[in-house]
């Protein structure tokens, strides 16, 4: 661990979780969850526009020289259903963008509370609809997205499995798979989580359902099926509380045949990732996840039947 992710982690907990502590409820979530995204790095030399995927509002992120046109990134952003912008993610996304020569797509998915779980997933699917609209095959596509953006993309790589059309790969960034809290790192991890406060896990949860069933598989895809995926990246922190939902959710996938690679990382914060050209972990991460994309991409569609 870097000498700026033990410094950085120190931040985060004197201020950043004593603030997430004293959430009590949506609008004060919101606010708090976004209260320090004018602070996320942001490459040089980002071109973002606007497009739209159907009903769905969508930016385009491209940073660098595109050398690829013929492939895309959904990247569904984190936020815990309540809160985050595609905007908000534009760094991030154009770090990936830079590394990958493509484009990377930010849905503009809608949030809890006004639009209670399921309208988020919905808006996923019709996201990756109104991609293949404008002429994307499946195989030409990547799904990404960290913490609830993470299940985001895992919830819609199920339903695509059931479709028979799964993306040529799927990379998730600290996912939050189970609403229903039965990761034992919830209760482990408490302490040793330097952002998120396990004591307002319920809190939140009951913000986003609106007589949804938390343990429902289009909330919490770790308990959807996965026939038929593509292979699948995990990176999560051993010592955040939602450990277990990475790795519950890696034995699920394995459990359908996926060919699932997990990138344990000892001590970084939830999402260190968007924190690039400040974390040295966060660069090596994103690298990782760039060239997981990549190699599923030369590879082509998996055989069918299988991942």
């Not at 004593?18 to 919101?30: D, K, L, M, Y």
């Not at 970084?268 to 968007?274: A, K, L, N, R």
Request: charged fraction near 20%.
């Amino acid at each position: 661990m870097s000498l700026r992710v033990r410094m950085f982690n120190m931040m985060l907990r004197h201020m950043v979780k004593r603030r997430f502590r004293r959430i009590t409820g949506p609008h004060e979530a919101r606010a708090a969850l976004e209260g320090g995204t004018h602070r996320l790095p942001i490459p040089s030399g980002l071109l973002v526009q606007r497009r739209d995927l159907g009903a769905v509002p969508a930016l385009s992120v491209r940073a660098g020289v595109i050398r690829d046109y013929t492939h895309a990134v959904l990247y569904l952003h984190g936020g815990a259903y309540l809160a985050g912008s595609a905007w908000h993610y534009r760094g991030l996304a154009g770090k990936i963008s830079r590394h990958l020569g493509a484009e990377v797509i930010l849905p503009e998915y809608r949030l809890a509370p006004d639009h209670p779980l399921p309208a988020a997933p919905e808006d996923a699917l019709a996201a990756w609809d109104g991609l293949l609209a404008q002429g994307f095959l499946p195989q030409d596509i990547a799904i990404a997205g960290d913490s609830a953006g993470g299940g985001l993309a895992l919830g819609l790589l199920a339903r695509l499995c059931t479709r028979g059309t799964p993306p040529a790969a799927t990379c998730v960034m600290s996912p939050w798979t189970d609403l229903a809290g039965q990761g034992a790192s919830l209760r482990e991890n408490a302490e040793a989580d330097p952002i998120l406060p396990a004591e307002q896990f319920g809190t939140l949860v009951d913000m986003l359902l609106a007589g949804a069933a938390p343990d429902d598989p289009l909330i919490s895809p770790l308990y959807s099926r996965f026939d038929g995926a593509g292979p699948v990246l995990i990176q999560h922190s051993l010592t955040e509380i939602l450990c277990d939902d990475s790795l519950r959710m890696a034995d699920r996938l394995r459990g359908f045949g996926v060919d699932v690679t997990v990138q344990s990382w000892p001590d970084t914060p939830h999402v260190w990732q968007i924190f690039a050209l400040y974390l040295p972990e966060a660069e090596e991460a994103i690298e990782d996840l760039s060239r997981f994309i990549r190699r599923a991409w030369t590879a082509g569609p998996p055989a069918a039947g299988g991942s």
